[in-house]
Protein backbone atom coordinates (compact mmCIF):
# COMPACT_ATOMS: atom_id res chain seq x y z
CA UNK A 1 0.00 0.00 0.00
CA UNK A 2 1.38 3.56 -1.05
CA UNK A 3 1.94 5.85 1.94
CA UNK A 4 2.14 9.67 1.55
CA UNK A 5 2.74 12.01 4.48
CA UNK A 6 0.50 15.07 4.28
CA UNK A 7 1.06 18.67 6.10
CA UNK A 8 -2.69 19.78 7.36
CA UNK A 9 -2.76 23.46 8.12
CA UNK A 10 -6.25 24.43 8.60
CA UNK A 11 -5.42 28.40 9.87
CA UNK A 12 -8.08 30.86 10.44
CA UNK A 13 -11.55 31.38 9.90
CA UNK A 14 -13.59 28.93 8.09
CA UNK A 15 -10.18 26.89 7.32
CA UNK A 16 -10.74 23.85 10.41
CA UNK A 17 -13.95 23.66 8.95
CA UNK A 18 -13.60 23.09 5.12
CA UNK A 19 -10.70 21.09 6.05
CA UNK A 20 -12.08 18.66 8.17
CA UNK A 21 -14.72 18.04 5.31
CA UNK A 22 -11.85 17.28 2.88
CA UNK A 23 -9.97 15.09 5.32
CA UNK A 24 -13.34 13.25 5.89
CA UNK A 25 -13.53 12.66 1.63
CA UNK A 26 -9.71 11.69 1.15
CA UNK A 27 -10.67 9.31 4.12
CA UNK A 28 -13.19 8.19 2.08
CA UNK A 29 -11.38 8.03 -1.16
CA UNK A 30 -8.00 6.21 0.83
CA UNK A 31 -10.13 3.16 1.87
CA UNK A 32 -11.96 2.83 -1.95
CA UNK A 33 -8.40 3.66 -3.61
CA UNK A 34 -5.80 1.32 -1.33
CA UNK A 35 -3.53 3.82 -0.24
CA UNK A 36 -2.71 5.45 3.20
CA UNK A 37 -2.44 8.95 4.26
CA UNK A 38 -0.21 10.06 7.24
CA UNK A 39 -2.07 13.44 7.67
CA UNK A 40 -0.09 15.90 10.74
CA UNK A 41 -2.35 18.76 11.77
CA UNK A 42 -0.37 22.24 12.55
CA UNK A 43 -1.03 25.36 13.66
CA UNK A 44 -0.50 28.29 10.57
CA UNK A 45 -1.65 31.97 10.46
CA UNK A 46 -3.38 33.49 13.65
CA UNK A 47 -3.77 30.20 14.81
CA UNK A 48 0.55 30.25 14.49
CA UNK A 49 0.71 33.22 16.27
CA UNK A 50 -1.58 31.96 19.36
CA UNK A 51 -0.05 29.47 19.57
CA UNK A 52 3.92 29.93 19.08
CA UNK A 53 4.14 34.04 18.32
CA UNK A 54 4.59 33.58 14.63
CA UNK A 55 2.15 32.73 11.99
CA UNK A 56 4.42 30.05 10.50
CA UNK A 57 5.66 28.37 13.25
CA UNK A 58 8.83 26.47 13.35
CA UNK A 59 7.72 23.33 14.11
CA UNK A 60 4.70 23.97 11.42
CA UNK A 61 7.49 24.73 8.74
CA UNK A 62 9.53 21.74 9.85
CA UNK A 63 6.65 19.38 9.41
CA UNK A 64 5.78 20.86 6.05
CA UNK A 65 9.81 19.72 4.72
CA UNK A 66 8.92 16.18 6.20
CA UNK A 67 5.97 15.90 4.20
CA UNK A 68 5.05 15.03 0.83
CA UNK A 69 2.70 17.72 0.01
CA UNK A 70 0.96 21.05 1.77
CA UNK A 71 -2.68 20.45 2.52
CA UNK A 72 -3.49 24.17 2.90
CA UNK A 73 -6.71 25.92 4.32
CA UNK A 74 -7.09 29.84 4.67
CA UNK A 75 -5.05 32.51 7.15
CA UNK A 76 -6.10 36.02 7.26
CA UNK A 77 -8.11 38.00 10.37
CA UNK A 78 -8.63 41.18 9.12
CA UNK A 79 -9.78 42.65 12.81
CA UNK A 80 -6.54 41.55 13.77
CA UNK A 81 -4.05 43.08 11.39
CA UNK A 82 -3.53 46.64 13.17
CA UNK A 83 -1.98 44.86 15.96
CA UNK A 84 1.14 43.48 14.39
CA UNK A 85 3.96 44.76 11.63
CA UNK A 86 2.50 43.81 8.10
CA UNK A 87 5.50 41.65 7.39
CA UNK A 88 4.55 39.57 10.47
CA UNK A 89 1.00 39.27 9.14
CA UNK A 90 -0.28 35.80 7.83
CA UNK A 91 -0.40 36.38 4.03
CA UNK A 92 2.87 37.78 4.24
CA UNK A 93 4.49 35.59 7.01
CA UNK A 94 2.78 32.58 6.08
CA UNK A 95 1.83 32.02 2.55
CA UNK A 96 4.80 34.50 0.80
CA UNK A 97 7.25 32.57 2.66
CA UNK A 98 5.81 29.12 2.06
CA UNK A 99 5.93 30.06 -1.69
CA UNK A 100 9.42 31.04 -1.16
CA UNK A 101 10.77 28.49 0.80
CA UNK A 102 9.65 25.63 -1.67
CA UNK A 103 10.20 26.98 -4.87
CA UNK A 104 6.13 26.76 -5.48
CA UNK A 105 6.41 28.89 -8.86
CA UNK A 106 3.24 27.84 -10.58
CA UNK A 107 -0.17 28.19 -9.26
CA UNK A 108 -2.84 26.49 -10.95
CA UNK A 109 -6.79 27.55 -10.48
CA UNK A 110 -9.34 25.51 -12.60
CA UNK A 111 -12.62 27.31 -13.15
CA UNK A 112 -15.29 25.03 -14.12
CA UNK A 113 -19.42 26.03 -14.38
CA UNK A 114 -21.01 22.81 -13.46
CA UNK A 115 -24.92 22.71 -15.67
CA UNK A 116 -26.34 22.56 -12.47
CA UNK A 117 -24.89 26.06 -11.40
CA UNK A 118 -25.73 27.85 -14.05
CA UNK A 119 -28.05 30.15 -12.07
CA UNK A 120 -25.13 30.56 -9.97
CA UNK A 121 -22.60 32.21 -12.40
CA UNK A 122 -23.87 36.27 -12.74
CA UNK A 123 -23.67 35.33 -16.40
CA UNK A 124 -26.53 35.23 -18.92
CA UNK A 125 -27.09 32.02 -20.21
CA UNK A 126 -26.05 32.58 -23.62
CA UNK A 127 -22.79 34.20 -22.44
CA UNK A 128 -21.83 30.89 -20.56
CA UNK A 129 -21.90 29.01 -23.82
CA UNK A 130 -21.97 25.31 -23.78
CA UNK A 131 -20.26 25.59 -20.63
CA UNK A 132 -17.26 27.58 -19.06
CA UNK A 133 -13.66 25.34 -18.59
CA UNK A 134 -10.71 27.62 -17.66
CA UNK A 135 -7.15 27.12 -16.32
CA UNK A 136 -5.45 29.71 -15.28
CA UNK A 137 -2.28 29.14 -14.91
CA UNK A 138 -0.41 31.74 -12.72
CA UNK A 139 3.73 32.50 -11.79
CA UNK A 140 3.90 33.06 -8.31
CA UNK A 141 7.51 33.88 -6.96
CA UNK A 142 8.01 36.82 -9.31
CA UNK A 143 6.63 39.98 -10.26
CA UNK A 144 5.70 42.69 -7.77
CA UNK A 145 4.89 40.76 -4.87
CA UNK A 146 8.41 39.77 -4.71
CA UNK A 147 10.76 42.65 -6.72
CA UNK A 148 12.62 44.96 -4.56
CA UNK A 149 13.06 47.48 -3.53
CA UNK A 150 9.51 47.25 -1.68
CA UNK A 151 8.90 50.13 0.77
CA UNK A 152 7.08 53.11 2.06
CA UNK A 153 9.46 56.07 2.17
CA UNK A 154 8.63 59.48 4.20
CA UNK A 155 9.11 62.24 2.24
CA UNK A 156 8.08 64.83 5.22
CA UNK A 157 4.87 67.19 5.82
CA UNK A 158 2.61 64.10 5.60
CA UNK A 159 3.53 62.98 2.26
CA UNK A 160 4.59 59.49 2.10
CA UNK A 161 5.71 57.15 -1.13
CA UNK A 162 4.81 53.57 -1.34
CA UNK A 163 7.55 51.44 -4.17
CA UNK A 164 7.08 47.76 -5.38
CA UNK A 165 9.23 46.48 -7.99
CA UNK A 166 7.65 44.20 -10.87
CA UNK A 167 10.92 41.98 -11.76
CA UNK A 168 10.79 39.45 -13.83
CA UNK A 169 13.67 37.17 -15.65
CA UNK A 170 13.88 35.27 -18.92
CA UNK A 171 14.34 31.90 -17.39
CA UNK A 172 11.27 32.69 -14.60
CA UNK A 173 8.90 33.27 -17.90
CA UNK A 174 10.04 30.15 -19.77
CA UNK A 175 9.18 27.80 -16.57
CA UNK A 176 5.63 29.40 -16.12
CA UNK A 177 5.37 29.15 -20.00
CA UNK A 178 6.37 25.68 -20.22
CA UNK A 179 4.14 24.50 -17.29
CA UNK A 180 1.13 26.23 -19.58
CA UNK A 181 1.66 24.82 -22.69
CA UNK A 182 2.16 21.26 -20.80
CA UNK A 183 -1.10 21.56 -19.57
CA UNK A 184 -2.82 22.93 -23.01
CA UNK A 185 -1.39 19.59 -24.41
CA UNK A 186 -3.72 17.66 -22.17
CA UNK A 187 -7.08 20.10 -22.96
CA UNK A 188 -8.33 21.92 -25.65
CA UNK A 189 -4.70 22.76 -27.09
CA UNK A 190 -5.19 26.77 -26.72
CA UNK A 191 -3.00 29.75 -24.52
CA UNK A 192 -3.82 32.79 -24.10
CA UNK A 193 -1.12 34.83 -22.64
CA UNK A 194 -1.71 37.97 -20.56
CA UNK A 195 0.11 40.80 -20.36
CA UNK A 196 0.60 44.88 -20.30
CA UNK A 197 3.48 44.72 -22.98
CA UNK A 198 2.26 48.27 -24.70
CA UNK A 199 3.29 50.05 -21.36
CA UNK A 200 5.46 47.80 -19.27
CA UNK A 201 8.98 46.49 -20.15
CA UNK A 202 7.96 43.22 -17.83
CA UNK A 203 4.88 42.91 -20.18
CA UNK A 204 7.58 43.16 -23.55
CA UNK A 205 9.51 40.99 -21.87
CA UNK A 206 6.90 38.39 -21.16
CA UNK A 207 5.19 38.40 -24.72
CA UNK A 208 8.68 37.94 -26.43
CA UNK A 209 9.77 35.00 -24.20
CA UNK A 210 6.09 33.21 -23.95
CA UNK A 211 6.05 33.47 -28.20
CA UNK A 212 9.57 31.55 -28.38
CA UNK A 213 8.70 29.38 -25.97
CA UNK A 214 5.53 28.20 -28.16
CA UNK A 215 7.02 27.83 -30.95
CA UNK A 216 7.92 24.29 -29.39
CA UNK A 217 4.30 23.56 -29.23
CA UNK A 218 3.33 23.55 -32.63
CA UNK A 219 0.32 21.57 -31.70
CA UNK A 220 -1.03 24.40 -28.82
CA UNK A 221 -2.52 27.78 -30.26
CA UNK A 222 -0.91 30.46 -28.44
CA UNK A 223 -3.01 34.25 -28.69
CA UNK A 224 -1.78 37.57 -26.18
CA UNK A 225 -4.15 39.52 -24.74
CA UNK A 226 -3.75 42.84 -22.87
CA UNK A 227 -4.40 42.46 -19.10
CA UNK A 228 -7.05 45.18 -19.50
CA UNK A 229 -8.85 43.26 -22.04
CA UNK A 230 -9.34 39.67 -20.41
CA UNK A 231 -10.38 40.93 -18.19
CA UNK A 232 -13.28 42.44 -20.42
CA UNK A 233 -13.33 39.02 -22.27
CA UNK A 234 -13.40 36.97 -19.21
CA UNK A 235 -17.22 38.82 -18.65
CA UNK A 236 -18.27 39.06 -22.74
CA UNK A 237 -16.97 35.44 -23.71
CA UNK A 238 -15.20 33.42 -20.94
CA UNK A 239 -16.09 30.40 -23.30
CA UNK A 240 -12.90 31.34 -25.60
CA UNK A 241 -10.47 30.83 -23.34
CA UNK A 242 -8.70 27.56 -22.50
CA UNK A 243 -5.40 27.77 -20.45
CA UNK A 244 -4.91 31.27 -19.07
CA UNK A 245 -1.32 32.01 -18.89
CA UNK A 246 -0.68 34.91 -16.22
CA UNK A 247 1.93 36.60 -14.16
CA UNK A 248 1.84 37.39 -10.80
CA UNK A 249 -0.31 40.31 -10.06
CA UNK A 250 -2.68 39.70 -13.11
CA UNK A 251 -2.87 35.87 -12.34
CA UNK A 252 -4.29 37.19 -8.82
CA UNK A 253 -6.93 39.31 -10.24
CA UNK A 254 -7.99 37.79 -13.01
CA UNK A 255 -8.12 34.13 -11.48
CA UNK A 256 -10.63 35.52 -8.45
CA UNK A 257 -12.74 37.06 -11.05
CA UNK A 258 -13.15 34.06 -13.12
CA UNK A 259 -13.99 32.18 -9.85
CA UNK A 260 -17.11 34.23 -9.82
CA UNK A 261 -18.13 32.44 -13.44
CA UNK A 262 -18.04 29.16 -11.42
CA UNK A 263 -20.84 30.74 -9.13
CA UNK A 264 -18.59 31.45 -6.11
CA UNK A 265 -15.44 31.06 -4.25
CA UNK A 266 -16.12 28.46 -2.86
CA UNK A 267 -15.80 26.35 -5.52
CA UNK A 268 -12.64 26.88 -6.76
CA UNK A 269 -9.83 24.90 -5.71
CA UNK A 270 -5.95 25.69 -6.56
CA UNK A 271 -2.42 24.06 -6.63
CA UNK A 272 0.81 25.49 -6.50
CA UNK A 273 3.76 23.61 -7.89
CA UNK A 274 7.22 23.93 -8.06
CA UNK A 275 10.70 22.85 -10.35
CA UNK A 276 10.02 19.56 -12.08
CA UNK A 277 6.07 19.84 -11.69
CA UNK A 278 4.79 17.10 -13.39
CA UNK A 279 4.05 13.63 -11.62
CA UNK A 280 4.37 12.78 -8.05
CA UNK A 281 5.89 16.88 -6.99
CA UNK A 282 5.95 18.31 -4.15
CA UNK A 283 3.06 20.95 -3.73
CA UNK A 284 0.77 23.15 -1.98
CA UNK A 285 -3.42 22.82 -2.19
CA UNK A 286 -5.70 25.60 -1.08
CA UNK A 287 -9.27 26.76 -1.50
CA UNK A 288 -8.48 29.93 -3.70
CA UNK A 289 -11.42 32.12 -1.28
CA UNK A 290 -10.20 33.98 2.00
CA UNK A 291 -10.58 32.67 5.49
CA UNK A 292 -13.95 34.66 5.99
CA UNK A 293 -14.44 35.12 9.65
CA UNK A 294 -18.07 36.56 9.81
CA UNK A 295 -19.29 32.78 8.65
CA UNK A 296 -16.99 31.01 10.65
CA UNK A 297 -18.43 28.05 13.09
CA UNK A 298 -21.87 28.63 11.84
CA UNK A 299 -21.79 25.63 9.45
CA UNK A 300 -21.85 27.75 6.48
CA UNK A 301 -18.84 27.51 4.70
CA UNK A 302 -18.46 25.48 1.36
CA UNK A 303 -15.99 22.79 1.51
CA UNK A 304 -16.28 22.16 -2.05
CA UNK A 305 -13.03 24.19 -2.93
CA UNK A 306 -10.67 22.83 -0.11
CA UNK A 307 -12.27 19.27 -1.06
CA UNK A 308 -11.21 19.96 -4.75
CA UNK A 309 -7.50 21.10 -3.40
CA UNK A 310 -7.23 17.99 -1.95
CA UNK A 311 -8.39 16.14 -5.40
CA UNK A 312 -5.43 18.00 -7.13
CA UNK A 313 -3.35 17.52 -4.33
CA UNK A 314 -4.18 13.37 -5.05
CA UNK A 315 -3.17 14.14 -8.65
CA UNK A 316 -0.16 16.23 -8.89
CA UNK A 317 1.90 14.84 -5.77
CA UNK A 318 0.80 11.68 -5.43
CA UNK A 319 -0.09 10.26 -8.92
CA UNK A 320 -3.56 8.90 -7.73
CA UNK A 321 -5.33 10.04 -10.85
CA UNK A 322 -8.00 7.74 -10.43
CA UNK A 323 -8.76 8.55 -6.81
CA UNK A 324 -8.62 12.28 -7.88
CA UNK A 325 -10.96 11.87 -10.63
CA UNK A 326 -13.50 9.92 -8.26
CA UNK A 327 -13.39 12.77 -6.00
CA UNK A 328 -14.12 15.28 -8.67
CA UNK A 329 -16.97 13.29 -9.88
CA UNK A 330 -18.61 12.98 -6.50
CA UNK A 331 -18.65 16.70 -6.20
CA UNK A 332 -20.46 16.89 -9.54
CA UNK A 333 -23.20 13.74 -8.49
CA UNK A 334 -23.75 15.77 -4.94
CA UNK A 335 -24.24 19.18 -6.92
CA UNK A 336 -26.53 17.85 -9.16
CA UNK A 337 -28.18 15.81 -6.85
CA UNK A 338 -28.92 18.82 -5.10
CA UNK A 339 -27.38 19.67 -2.08
CA UNK A 340 -26.41 23.39 -2.12
CA UNK A 341 -24.49 25.82 0.49
CA UNK A 342 -25.96 28.88 0.97
CA UNK A 343 -23.27 30.62 -1.27
CA UNK A 344 -24.43 28.56 -4.28
CA UNK A 345 -28.08 28.19 -3.32
CA UNK A 346 -31.32 29.88 -5.26
CA UNK A 347 -34.67 29.65 -3.81
CA UNK A 348 -35.41 29.27 -7.42
CA UNK A 349 -34.45 25.96 -7.77
CA UNK A 350 -37.19 23.86 -6.90
CA UNK A 351 -34.87 20.62 -6.37
CA UNK A 352 -32.27 21.71 -4.60
CA UNK A 353 -31.89 21.91 -0.71
CA UNK A 354 -29.62 24.47 1.20
CA UNK A 355 -27.06 22.27 3.32
CA UNK A 356 -24.49 23.25 5.94
CA UNK A 357 -20.54 22.34 5.73
CA UNK A 358 -20.52 19.29 7.44
CA UNK A 359 -23.79 18.09 5.22
CA UNK A 360 -22.31 18.52 2.10
CA UNK A 361 -19.14 17.02 3.11
CA UNK A 362 -21.09 14.06 4.30
CA UNK A 363 -23.06 14.04 0.87
CA UNK A 364 -19.85 13.95 -1.37
CA UNK A 365 -18.00 11.08 0.99
CA UNK A 366 -21.31 9.00 0.36
CA UNK A 367 -20.65 9.69 -3.23
CA UNK A 368 -17.24 9.03 -3.14
CA UNK A 369 -18.13 5.68 -1.41
CA UNK A 370 -20.47 4.38 -4.37
Known sequence: MKL???????GDGIGPEVMREAIEVLRAAERKFDFKLEITGAPVGWAGIDAAGKALPEGTLALCKESDAILFGSVGLPDRDPTIPKDERPERAALLRIRKEFGLFANLRPVRLPGALAHACPLAKERQGGGIDILVVRELTGGMYFGQPKKTEDLGSGNFRAIDTMVYTTLEIERIAHMAFHAAKLRRQKVTSIDKANVLENGVLWRETVTRVGRSYADVALEHQFVDNAAMQLVLRPTQFDVMLCENLFGDILSDEAAA??????????????AGSGEKVFGFYEPAGGSAPDIAGKNLANPIAQILSAALMLRYSFGLNDAAAAIEAAVQRAIEAGHRTADIFSPAETTARKVGTREMGAAICAEVRK
Open 4 to 10: FKVAALP
Open 261 to 274: LGGSLGMLPSASLG
